[in-house]
C-alpha cells in the first residue's frame, strides 16, 4: 500500500541556517504530496501541497517540489526562525491520507 | 476557507466509561471523514474511513467494536470510545473532505484522551 517515508530528526539548527527534511513515498497511483506542521498541544496545520509531478509548493519561505523520478518531496527553508520549531509531517493522498513519522525541528537563537 | 470543527478538545474519564468525540464540517459538506489516532511524539496513525450513510472501513487491527464510528449527515462524524481503557489515552483527529475535492483534506484541532 502506500507510505510514506520520513526524516525522523530531531533536527536541532541554529536561527537562519538551512533547513532539508528529506520526505520519499510509494504509491501505486499519482497522489498528491502535503506538509503539515504541528506545534505543542495543537492539531496539523497545512503547510504546502503539490498535486502533480514537477510542480513546487511553497508557503512562508518553505518549498518543496513533486520529483516523480525519484519519488520525493523535500522539504527546503533558506532561512529558518526560532518560530518554525515544531513537528513537521509529510503526507500523501490518494484515497485517503497517509503520514510519515514526523520529524522534530528545534531552531536555537 | 473549509473549517472543522472537532469537540471536546480535552476529556478525561474513567476507565471502563464510554467518551463521544464530535467532528463537524463547518461550511462544507463532507462526505468522506478520517479519524486518526496520535500516540506520543509519534505519527498520525489512521484508524477509520467514513462516508456518510455508510458504514466505516476500518485499517487493520483498530477495533470497530471499541472505536464507533457513526457519520450520520455530511456535516458531522463521531467517533465514541467504548469501555475506555487507560491504553486508549492518546490525541485522536479527525479529518473531512468534501465531495469532489480530492485533495482537500481539513483537519480537526484534535481530542486528547486521558483515561483514568
Known amino acids: 500500500g502506500d507510505s510514506v517515508t520520513q526524516m525522523e530528526g530531531p533536527v536541532t539548527l541554529s536561527e537562519e541556517a538551512f533547513l532539508t527534511i528529506n520526505c520519499t513515498y510509494t504509491?501505486?497511483?499519482?497522489?498528491?504530496l502535503f506538509w503539515y506542521v504541528q506545534y505543542p498541544g495543537e492539531g496539523l496545520q497545512l503547510l504546502l501541497k503539490?498535486?502533480?509531478?514537477?510542480d513546487k509548493g511553497s508557503n512562508k519561505g518553505f518549498e518543496a517540489t513533486y520529483r516523480k523520478e525519484t519519488t520525493s518531496f523535500h522539504l527546503e527553508k533558506g532561512s529558518v526562525q526560532v518560530s518554525d520549531s515544531a513537528v513537521y509531517f509529510c503526507a500523501l493522498a490518494e484515497n485517503d491520507m497517509r503520514f510519515g513519522a514526523g520529524t522534530r525541528l528545534t531552531v536555537k537563537p | 476557507g473549509a473549517v472543522v470543527s472537532q469537540h471536546p478538545s480535552r476529556v478525561i474519564c474513567k476507565s471502563g466509561t464510554s467518551v463521544k468525540i464530535e467532528c463537524r464540517s463547518l461550511?462544507?459538506?463532507?462526505?468522506?471523514m478520517f479519524w486518526y489516532r496520535q500516540f506520543p511524539k509519534k505519527s498520525l496513525m489512521l484508524m477509520a474511513t467514513?462516508?456518510?450513510?455508510?458504514?466505516?472501513?476500518?485499517e487493520q487491527g483498530v477495533e470497530k467494536d471499541k472505536f464507533l464510528i457513526n457519520h450520520a449527515s455530511l456535516t458531522l462524524s463521531t467517533l465514541t470510545v467504548t469501555s475506555a481503557h487507560p491504553e486508549d489515552s492518546s490525541f485522536y483527529i479527525c479529518?473531512?473532505?468534501?465531495?469532489?475535492?480530492?485533495?482537500?483534506?481539513?483537519f480537526g484541532s484534535g481530542t486528547r484522551l486521558t483515561v483514568v
Open positions: 461550511d462544507f459538506q463532507a462526505t468522506t
Open positions: 467514513s462516508n456518510e450513510g455508510s458504514k466505516a472501513t476500518y
Open positions: 504509491a501505486t497511483g499519482y497522489p498528491s
Open positions: 503539490a498535486t502533480k509531478a514537477d
Open positions: 479529518s473531512a473532505r468534501e465531495a469532489g475535492a480530492v485533495y482537500g483534506y481539513t
